[in-house]
């Protein structure tokens, strides 16, 4: 029998047969889904394959068989010159006269000795203002910041703002992006890009769009044929500049390609596997053709980026923002069909059952396999860390755990349960994110949330990478909380503040449909108690500024408020499993301009200006 015709072993190719739950028992992986995982990786008995860059660190010895290194800005340098390696992307030089990627990491990521800040996490999608077109969107960005700069937070953490595909229905959940690269045309401002207040098209439309601020729930579909038409009618007068000409050339094939895979999905129905034959590969001579005929349109989806970057560049210099990396991808989107062969398209990644989710979690979201992702030199997590910090004060990974392992979910499994682990190289990528870190200043937090393995917390904090602690999942209070982290009561998958002490979130799980752990929910509630000292019946008000300020007591280096608790929100941005719920299409019950006005962010400010 020869090695490719030999059963795959599962422990080479990374695939865990067993795990430890989230309840601290030893769960063997059922056969099926072993065998359905391996499938997927399409695995072999011969063993995955060995290509990949060369790792190194700064400071350490040259690699075995080093020549010499062609140094990324251009010059050579010479394995007997005695000097260190600088970080970067390099060509490894060797005897043999092979030429090999070779990444130098500075190891640790970047993290300011001083680091102490507070600040606002907003989902921006329900931030509205007066002047936004029924959605935040980045001209409220901009005055959220300048409004959280004046009450001395130093920070303001984001929902991630990828990209969806550009048609109707709108994806509405930000974390199951087409493109982790580019962003959404949802989150421009229409007034704030040039020539757009003279033009009579956007004045009538704004005045419809507007209207959609009063909607009780977040109408995308009509808010991007709203937006879509205006922006088509500034377009259309768009006779060139040089600004945009170099922004193009910078980004280069990638925007290029991003902008066909938008061009067709405009024009063809379904996913991108069921396109004509000649545009479901990105490298086709059809795709290529696309790019010439259909210039104008193509430079149109080129052209949204670019005022995106602009108006997220000018919000940015409000205040330091931290961005949210989503951990993967959609399958039917842009970087799926730009990066489709290094992707596992026969299983999904989610995560095993835990006490907030019996039957586990899937996330619909296709995972990259970890040995194709390796030799092609880990170029999609390059670019997708680079643009979450092109602009950023920091950079919060989802499901930082995923660096380490993902649970993959086989086609035909019946639920989430039915996965198994694999892992990655996570050396390597970490080391790919403490270069990108450094490059750009800006700091990692790592969202290590649920079934986390021994070993991984330690290392992210050996790397610079603050944890992530929530009050709702800790049993200490919040001055025992590690200094590197960053510390907050609540996220978007978990309830609110008001929602926990109403009992309002508990509520609406019954109502939904949605399994509830009584006795989960009921701890919850018991450490908000615990937090606050509030007795049954006190204020919600009162109860989110006691939580708040018990919070500010924490040594974190970062702590973050909601603001869905500061506008007293009953109900929490997305309920995972809840049928007919619109997750994450809820506004916020106020305002920008309510929130200036009223009372209950200023007491959660002045908690943390006191204590921080």
């Known amino acids: 029998m020869t090695a490719g015709n030999r059963p795959p072993n599962p422990t080479r190719w990374g695939v865990q047969k067993e795990y430890v739950d989230a309840t601290g028992l030893r769960r063997t992986v059922a056969a099926d889904a072993l065998a359905g995982v391996l499938e997927a990786l399409r695995a072999d008995g011969a063993g995955p394959p060995r290509a990949g860059p060369v790792m190194a660190h700064v400071g350490e010895a040259w690699p075995p068989g080093a020549r010499g290194v062609d140094l990324e800005g251009g010059t050579e340098l010479a394995a007997s010159s005695g000097q260190r390696l600088p970080a970067g992307y390099h060509a490894l ?20 000795a001083g680091l102490r800040a507070w600040g606002w996490a907003a989902q921006l999608y329900a931030t509205r203002s007066r002047d936004s077109w029924g959605i935040g969107d980045l001209a409220d960005l901009r005055a959220l910041g300048r409004w959280a700069r004046r009450q001395g937070a130093g920070m303001l953490l984001v929902n991630p703002l990828h990209a969806v595909r550009p048609i109707l229905p709108q994806e509405p959940s930000p974390y199951f992006p087409s493109s982790r690269l580019y962003r959404s045309p949802l989150y421009l401002r229409i007034e704030a890009l040039p020539g757009a207040s003279q033009d009579a098209v956007v004045r009538r439309l704004a005045a419809r769009a507007q209207a959609l601020n009063e909607a009780p729930v977040i ?3 009509r808010i991007y044929a709203l937006k879509l038409e ?4 500034i377009w259309e007068r768009f006779r060139g500049d040089p600004d945009f000409a170099a922004y193009c050339a910078a980004e280069g094939e990638t925007l290029e ?22 545009y479901r590969s990105p490298g086709s001579s059809g795709v290529r053709e696309v790019g010439r005929v259909d210039r104008r349109r193509v430079d149109f989806h080129r052209w949204l980026q670019w005022q995106l970057d602009a108006q997220l560049a000018r919000a940015s210099r409000e205040i330091p923002i931290v961005h949210d990396l989503a951990i993967g991808v959609a399958p039917d989107g842009a970087d799926a069909w730009m990066w489709q062969d290094m992707l596992a398209f026969g299983a999904r990644i989610g ?6 989710s019996p039957a586990g979690q899937d996330w619909g979201l296709t995972p990259f396999d970890p040995h194709r992702l390796r030799a092609a030199g880990y170029r999609p997590f390059i670019q997708a860390v680079r643009r979450g910090m092109g602009t950023a004060g920091g950079l919060r990974i989802d499901h930082v755990m995923g660096l380490f392992r993902l649970w993959w979910i086989p086609r035909g499994a019946r639920d989430a349960s039915e996965g198994a682990y694999v892992r990655y190289p996570a050396g390597d990528l970490l080391d790919v994110l403490a270069l990108e870190s450094r490059r750009a200043r800006a ?10 393995e021994p070993g991984v917390r330690p290392e992210l904090r050996r790397r610079g990478i603050l944890s992530y602690r929530l009050a709702w999942f800790e049993d200490t209070p919040p001055q025992r909380y590690p200094v590197q982290a960053l510390a907050a009561l609540t996220t978007h998958d978990l309830p609110t503040v008001a929602g926990v002490w109403t009992r309002a979130d508990v509520a609406e799980m019954e109502q939904s449909g949605r399994a509830v752990n009584r006795t989960a929910e009921e701890l919850v509630r018991q450490r908000l108690q615990q937090l606050t000292g509030a007795r049954d019946g006190a204020p919600v008000a009162d109860v989110v500024e006691l939580a708040y300020r018990a919070l500010a007591g924490a040594p974190s280096r970062l702590v973050a408020a909601t603001l869905d608790d500061a506008a007293a929100a009953l109900r929490r941005p997305n309920l995972p499993g809840a049928l007919g719920r619109p997750n994450w299409s809820i506004p916020l019950p106020r305002t920008i301009e309510q929130l200036r006005r009223d009372q209950l962010p200023r007491r959660i400010a002045a908690a943390f200006a006191e204590n921080r």
Do not use: M, N
Request: aromatic share 10%; proline share 12%; net charge negative.
């Open 257 to 278: 390609l991003y902008a066909i895979f938008c061009v067709l999905a405009e024009r063809h129905p379904g996913p991108w596997w069921e396109w004509p034959v000649q």
């Open 351 to 356: 995560a095993p059952p835990d006490e907030f």
């Open 93 to 112: 030089l060797k005897r043999d006269g092979s030429r090999v990627p070779l990444i130098v990491s500075p190891k640790r990521c970047h993290l300011p």
């Open 219 to 221: 109408d995308r579909d």
């Open 443 to 452: 700091f990692v937090v790592g969202e290590d949330l649920g079934t986390v």
């Open 230 to 233: 205006a922006l088509e009618a």
